[in-house]
């Protein structure tokens, strides 16, 4: 069985695909089978690993509504070796329309993983929404853990509650009882502003959740990267961000 890690967080731009992208060049640098599920309409991580959107026919979109695509035929094969991707596009933003009526609505990606995926990858990355509508939810239920990207320049502390509560409740309500929060994880990180600092310090005193060791400075190399459709990893090897990444993938092996 794959590890399924869900990287969400209903605040935007906090860095859940910068992260889904890196986390995954730096685990394929050590040889691990990677797919990239993309869950946001967006399509970020899709095109950030270097996929034409014109190119992509089918999507998570087929696979998500009934009697579409198995996951199986919508995967791509990236620039990066070892890494696939489960493609988004536009189209997704309806399917969560589509989904709301459904039976089982709540179990579309976890049923989607279940075979294939969970026998072909070592590791799955699912990219979700900036939300807490049914996207993020299929992407929780199906997760045997979830990494919260945390932004430590802006009040980011404030939503982080009601995507506690949600995770609480897939346990509690039976859709995913062994989800595991793996982490929070610092990110845009500056030490050299106070708000850095006190940020970081808030974390650490609410407690609730393992914090990783690994923090995402704020720097341009990571804004560049996905207009090379490559991670970080790959595109700036040498770079501090590349090595923060993979001290985060060394984190995520021993949680995992
Ligand atoms: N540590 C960083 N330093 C500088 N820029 C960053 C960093 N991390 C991400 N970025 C840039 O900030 C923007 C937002 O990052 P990203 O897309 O990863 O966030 P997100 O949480 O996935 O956003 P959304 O909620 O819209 O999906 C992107 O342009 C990205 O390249
Ligand atoms: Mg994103």
Redesign the pocket.
């Given at each position: 069985m794959a590890n399924v890690i869900a990287?969400a967080?209903?605040?935007?731009?906090?860095?859940?695909?910068?992260?889904?992208?890196n986390l995954a060049g730096s685990l394929a640098e050590q040889g691990f089978h990677l797919l990239c599920v993309d869950m946001?309409a967006?399509a970020?991580?899709t095109v950030?690993l270097g996929i034409n959107l014109g190119t992509v026919d089918r999507s998570m979109a087929d696979v998500l509504v009934d009697g579409g695509s198995t996951i199986e035929e919508i995967v791509i094969p990236t620039q990066t070796s070892g890494i696939d991707v489960a493609p988004s596009t536009l189209e997704l933003a309806s399917t969560e329309v589509e989904l709301f009526t459904s039976i089982g609505r709540e179990h579309a990606l976890r049923e989607a993983l279940a075979g294939w995926a969970h026998d072909h990858y070592d590791y799955i990355l699912i990219?979700?929404?900036?939300t807490l509508g049914l996207l993020t939810i299929n992407g929780l239920v199906a997760a045997t853990h979830v990494i919260i990207?945390v932004?430590t320049q802006y009040y980011a502390l404030k939503g982080l509650s009601a995507l506690v509560k949600v995770i609480n409740q897939i346990r509690n309500k039976g859709l995913n009882p062994d989800l595991r929060v793996m982490g929070l994880l610092p990110?845009?990180?500056d030490r050299r502003t106070i708000l850095g600092r006190e940020m970081l310090d808030e974390l650490r005193e609410m407690g609730d959740h393992h914090i990783f060791k690994s923090m995402?400075?704020?720097?341009?190399?990571?804004?560049?990267?996905?207009l090379a459709g490559r991670p970080v990893t790959a595109y700036a090897t040498n770079s501090d961000?590349a090595r923060t990444y993979r001290g985060l993938a060394q984190e995520v092996i021993d949680l995992a």
């Open positions: 990287i967080n209903q605040k935007g731009g906090v860095g859940k695909t910068t992260t889904a992208i946001d967006q970020n991580l950030g990219d979700c929404p900036p990207p932004q990110t845009f990180y995402v400075k704020q720097t341009v190399k990571l804004g560049e990267a996905p961000a």
